[in-house]
């Protein structure tokens, strides 16, 4: 039974790690987007904390300091984006596109700049990466039929960020519908002229959302360069802040259905390159590229309207100007 | 707001974005003195690899053939209120289209026959490509910047598809097509020159240029000399306003769209039919997001744009000179500056607004105050 299973079992695995980076952006969108700040600008923070990660670590040799500086470079970009839109009132999504494009732009001048490798970081040695963990008891469950398999394979030995992926959800749900500053964080995004009436400032609600949020792919981008991967490379992000804020939206900007749109745009880019060059009865060969347009277009389909209704928050996209 | 008067319209006009220009120019500096290189002599090396050498204006002026094109597509949507950052999608199906129609006819039709019709099939494909984004806009409230962003990628999949399998030239592994005829290749600017005795180096830019030129031409007519382009401005201003004032809002949001659609599909006239001669994969090589700096810079009107498409396509050039002369910088650099530009010219473009205002305020003289008061 476990040879018919095995297959399916690491498909679900790989579906796993790539799915970590985008439950991270995608949780880090919700708490900007319930707060009234549209961030298209996942994919830079990803891209420059992915990048900070891998530069940090290769000079310090501590993978920690590298996480640490994802976060602190990740939050420095959502504080552009926040400056430019919080503050200034600029439009959200031209300050998100310039935090993407700058994001770009940095990445490589300095990668340049600092290692002379065509804008790469040096190969990362295990130990300037994440190690897997091994969940307690994983080796001796190995052989249970079933159990064993979906425990020790499926659940253990995977990354540490992996695990914080998995935990940010019910953190982030706690936080935003169990908590005084998750109703003051999502009244802010739908009416912020009532929380600004009850003494609250709205402009500092958004900041602190949209600094949680470059946490979140701060530590997303560290994934990428030193647990999922060894070592920076350009344009590592490869669009998938993008996929996050779709599976946001997909997952109407809810955390537990935003978990479930990571997970199945993940298993889509899992199941891809697992059939690449698969012969199927009817298609032939199967259509790999297409399968991974599938997010894009399912989320499409999904605003159109014709599988319920995704509603954005109310006041999205528009800044805030206290009336006097 | 209410406190400052507005600023003169020279100053919003000139003198607001060479500032905020300014500003992005100095944070490139300061980055690259970071880096460890003279800013200065970064800027002479990109001055002459853009002007100077021999050819490198056509390659400017190639670069800007692209910008132009992509920036007017932002231009027209943003009239109407509507942000299109899908352009760099449409520009790759219209580029599909012209490509299309040059595999399909190159060996039975002259040139004459053959680029006319890849040049309306990059704008029918490039319209075709915004179409679906813009009735979900119009009449499914679904937000156009989320539906433009998520065509770019499925056009992406679609032509690594279509260039890998069916458009792939037989016996080659590339990802590309079949080279056309001579017959459909837009004419060199070069060749054309030297036909008539003047000499001048081999660059690619063609005739797409002066096609970018009359597309300008086309849309100022469009915006401020049509009926539809009073509507799509009015539409711009306030969508209640207009709805009351009888104009189609829906229909207007289509329309803008697929006109905005079509310019950026125009791009791939340029790259395709004009520069490659073939189907190639990223073509449009980011071009279609420059056009939204150029957009920004260029103040959505024409004039604004050719003028900052020059700028960028000088700064593409002569970046790329830049990987010949450092060690520490790259070509990449520029998409530092494009960054930089876009957020103080777009995100940041009233930060220095109130503070102007101030200074032109305290600056002129008492009977202009009164008229404020």
Same mark, same amino acid.
């Given at each position: 039974m476990n040879e018919v299973l095995l297959p399916f079992i690491l498909t679900l695995d790989a579906t796993l790690r790539l799915a970590t980076p985008l439950i991270l952006c995608a949780m880090a969108g919700l708490l900007s987007e319930r707060s009234g700040i549209i961030d298209i600008s996942l994919e830079g923070k990803l891209l420059s904390g992915a990048f900070a990660a891998a530069a940090v670590s290769t000079v310090t040799g501590n993978v920690y300091m590298g996480l640490g500086m994802a976060i602190v470079v990740s939050v420095a970009m959502a504080l552009i984006h926040g400056f430019a839109?919080?503050? +200034?009132?600029?439009?959200q999504i031209i300050s998100g596109l310039a935090v993407n494009i700058l994001a770009s732009g940095l990445t490589v001048t300095i990668g340049f700049a600092a290692f002379r490798q065509g804008g790469q970081t040096p190969p990362l040695s295990a130990d300037e990466r994440f190690g897997p963990i091994i969940l307690p008891f994983a080796d001796a469950l190995r052989d249970v039929p079933l159990i064993g398999l979906l425990y020790s394979?499926?659940?253990?030995? +995977?990354?540490l960020i992996v695990y914080i992926a998995l935990i940010s959800v019910p953190l982030v749900a706690w936080l935003l519908f169990k908590t005084r500053f998750g109703l003051r964080l999502r009244a802010v995004g739908e009416v912020p002229e009532a929380v600004d009436s009850a003494g609250i400032s709205v402009t500092w609600l958004r900041y602190r959302a949209i600094i949680l949020a470059g946490i979140l792919c701060g530590i997303a981008g560290a994934y990428l360069s030193t647990a999922h991967g060894a070592g920076f490379v350009r344009e590592m992000s490869a669009g998938k802040g993008y996929i996050a804020l779709a599976a946001m939206i997909f997952g109407k900007w809810r955390p537990w259905s935003a978990m479930g749109a990571c997970l199945l745009f993940g298993f889509l880019e899992a199941a891809s390159s697992r059939m690449q060059g698969v012969e199927l009865p009817?298609?032939?060969?199967?259509?790999v590229d297409l399968i991974l347009i599938l997010p894009y277009i399912l989320t499409v389909v999904l605003l159109a309207g014709f599988f319920g209704r995704a509603v954005?928050?109310?006041?999205?996209g528009e800044p805030y100007v206290k009336e006097h | 707001m209410s406190s400052t008067p507005p600023l003169p319209r020279w100053a919003d006009i000139g003198l607001l974005p060479v500032l905020n220009l300014m500003i992005a120019m100095v944070v490139s500096g300061l980055v690259i003195a970071a880096i460890g290189e003279n800013p200065f002599d970064a800027v002479a090396v990109m001055v002459k690899g853009a002007f100077?050498?021999?050819?490198s204006l056509g390659y400017t002026l190639y670069y800007t053939t692209n910008f132009i094109f992509t920036g007017l597509a932002v231009a027209v949507a943003y009239h109407a209120?509507?942000?299109?950052?899908g352009g760099e999608g449409q520009a790759y199906i219209g580029g599909l289209g012209a490509g299309l129609v040059c595999l399909a006819l190159d060996q039975v039709m002259p040139g004459f026959v053959t680029i006319p019709l890849a040049i309306a099939a990059a704008a029918v494909f490039g319209a075709a490509w915004a179409l679906i984004p813009a009735y979900l806009q119009a009449y499914?409230?679904?937000?156009i910047v989320i539906t433009t962003i998520m065509f770019n990628f499925i056009a992406a999949g679609v032509m690594v598809s279509l260039l890998g399998g069916v458009?792939?030239?037989?016996?080659?592994?590339?990802p590309a097509s079949r080279t056309f005829e001579p017959s459909s290749f837009i004419p060199f600017i070069h060749e054309i020159l030297n036909g008539i005795g003047i000499e001048a180096a081999r660059?690619?830019?063609?005739l797409s240029f002066v096609l970018a030129l009359a597309a300008c031409v086309f849309v100022w007519v469009l915006i401020w000399r049509s009926r539809f382009g009073y509507s799509l401005r009015t539409l711009g201003q306030s969508e209640p306003a207009a709805a009351y004032a009888g104009i189609p809002v829906g229909k207007t949001i289509v329309v803008t769209m697929l006109i905005s659609g079509a310019l950026a599909g125009m791009m791939g006239v340029n790259e395709v039919?004009?520069?490659?001669?073939r189907l190639v994969l990223n073509f449009t090589a980011g071009y279609g997001f420059t056009g939204i700096a150029v957009a920004l810079m260029g103040r959505n009107h024409p004039v604004g744009i050719v003028l900052a498409s020059l700028l960028f396509g000088a700064l593409y050039q002569g970046g790329a000179e830049l990987d010949f002369e450092f060690?520490?910088?790259?070509?990449?650099m520029v998409l530092l500056i494009q960054g930089l530009i876009i957020l103080f010219s777009?995100?940041?473009?009233?930060?220095l607004n109130p503070p102007l205002a101030r200074l032109f305020a305290r600056l002129s003289v008492g009977p202009r105050r009164e008229v404020q008061a």
């Open positions: 839109c919080i503050t +200034h009132r600029g439009n394979e499926l659940l253990s030995g +995977h990354k009817l298609i032939g060969q199967t259509p954005p928050p109310k006041a999205i | 100077f050498y021999d050819g209120m509507l942000f299109n950052i499914r409230g679904s937000h458009l792939m030239q037989p016996g080659q592994s590339s660059t690619p830019l063609n039919v004009g520069v490659n001669h060690q520490t910088i790259t070509r990449e777009g995100a940041l473009s009233y930060m």
